[in-house]
């Protein structure tokens, strides 16, 4: 993850692959290849951007208890002493973390989420596909 003199933040391919995938399955084994400091902006950025009431995103943030625990004591406005979410907040100039200005390796915003209907057809595809073949 990188910080550019425009205080952008720019992502692993992994984790943008991992994003785009957040509301549809599992994505567990993909979570843990992240950085530390990826893994916490991308439960930030999921907590802000996925329905708590999708199965896949309840099953992706199950693992992750303690990390989502530090998330919300920052977004509460809780002292943070996390050094991770405190960097990110100062990569990004401001005092919370600004997912606006996440962008991959093109230096090209993230793409929108799919919506729940989406992930839900998607998972239905990955499924047919997965007993077809």
Not at 4 to 25: H, L, Q, R, W
Not at 42 to 63: H, R
Not at 70 to 79: I, N, Y
Not at 81 to 105: A, C, H, M, P, V
Request: glycine share 2%.
């Amino acid at each position: 993850m990188n910080m550019e003199k425009n205080k952008y933040i720019t992502v692993s391919d992994n984790f943008v692959e991992t994003y785009k995938m957040f509301n549809v399955i599992k994505q567990t084994e993909k979570l843990n290849q992240l950085s530390r400091k990826e893994l916490m902006l991308m439960l930030v950025l999921a907590i802000d951007s996925f329905s708590e009431e999708n199965p896949a995103v309840l099953e992706n943030f199950k693992e992750f208890k303690n990390e989502l625990e530090l998330v919300f004591d920052l977004q509460q406005d809780k002292e943070c002493t996390d050094e991770d979410l405190l960097q990110l907040g100062k990569d990004t100039d401001e005092k919370y973390i600004d997912t606006s200005k996440i962008r991959d390796k093109s230096d090209q915003e993230l793409p929108s989420p799919l919506s729940d209907a989406e992930a839900l057809q998607m998972r239905r595809d990955i499924g047919i596909n997965n007993i077809i073949d």
